[in-house]
């Protein structure tokens, strides 16, 4: 007997050696948060805090998705002198798309860029606490009647591309803009609170620049442009060569000659908000690709930039809820 229970008192200290040494049974993951429980039956909850204060986060690479392995948060969105040096493949990429033989020193035009324009760093304050929502508005003729412009202009940001008018077109496509991306081509001016961003396409388009702030005698590039621009000098932004080669290999898995300027505004928004709302991109419901502002139907097709691969990579973002897409009611 008095074996037995000898025995029994060495299971029992055992036993309770086993439970005690067991703080954690198990966990589980649950949306953002991680739940864990002890052998007591008390648990603490550990908050694993979200990458915005958003519903959703664009930007969430927790996500098991295409996204993350393609999205790069370190990548040099726009220039500035701290970052202007750009890395030998990204140069030689970026020189290719010139289509002139005689190309200007880039390091000698870049010099000439930050004493006259901005060089703050921006955009760097993303975190838990911030919720910024961005509406990227395209040119295409599905806005035509879509009763949008509202909901557009309460965005935080309102990004419009090139052209696209907002006057006579309001009750669709909004009547603000924060920031407008173009390239001398496509230029067009804009008021002292919208940021200019410049896509630089070649060299050309960064001396064209400068010299529509100060001597104005850039006329001409592979067409006539402006020689002006009416535009708030200390808003003007210019995206990174760095950046769009990173849009051109790692989204566009290098289709086409460079991406198109509605793609990395799309990209840029993707860069700088939380939640992006998409507005104003792919053909009409009758399958037309035209402006909303073109008084005659005209179709268009640029074969430098594959609109349809691109197209297809703005479908599969919106299927992984990284954008909200609004195809419009025409």
């Known amino acids: 007997m008095a074996i037995v229970l000898r025995t029994l008192r060495h299971h029992h200290r055992y036993l309770t050696f086993l439970l005690s040494s067991t703080i954690v049974l198990f966990c589980f993951h649950f949306q953002n948060s991680v739940v864990i429980f002890t052998y007591n039956s008390y648990f603490r909850y550990v908050s694993e805090p979200a990458p915005c204060a958003c519903a ?95 909901l557009i202009d309460s965005n935080d940001f309102v990004v419009r591309i090139n052209k696209g008018p907002t006057g006579g077109f309001e009750k669709d496509v909004g009547s603000r803009t924060t920031h407008r991306i173009m390239y001398p081509e496509s230029s067009v001016d804009v008021d002292n609170s919208t940021h200019l961003v410049l896509s630089p396409f070649k060299m050309l388009d960064i001396e064209w620049l400068i010299s529509a702030f100060t001597t104005k005698n850039i006329t001409k590039t592979y067409m006539n442009v402006s020689s002006t621009i009416q535009a708030n000098k200390d808003k003007v932004m210019i995206l990174h060569p760095e950046f769009m080669k990173y849009v051109y290999v790692n989204w566009t898995d290098s289709h086409g000659r460079y991406p198109s300027t509605g793609f990395l505004t799309l990209m840029f928004a993707l860069h700088i908000c939380d939640e992006v709302n998409v507005f104003g991109f792919g053909a009409t419901k009758a399958g037309q690709w035209h402006h909303y502002f073109d008084e005659t139907l005209t179709l268009y097709v640029n074969e430098s930039h594959a609109g349809d691969f691109e197209y297809q990579t703005i479908l599969r973002l919106e299927q992984e809820k990284r954008i909200v897409m609004f195809k419009g009611w025409t």
């Open 56 to 150: 959703t986060c664009a930007l969430d690479r927790g996500r098991a998705d295409g996204f993350s392995a393609r999205y790069e948060p370190t990548v040099h969105l726009l220039l500035n002198s701290s970052n202007s040096e750009l890395r030998a493949d990204v140069f030689g990429w970026w020189k290719g798309l010139q289509n002139v033989t005689s190309v200007a020193n880039y390091t000698s035009v870049v010099k000439n860029l930050f004493p006259l324009f901005s060089d703050k760093e921006h955009y760097s304050d993303a975190g838990p606490d911030r919720c910024r929502t961005c509406a990227v508005v395209g040119n295409s003729g599905n806005l035509l009647r879509s009763h949008y412009g509202p």
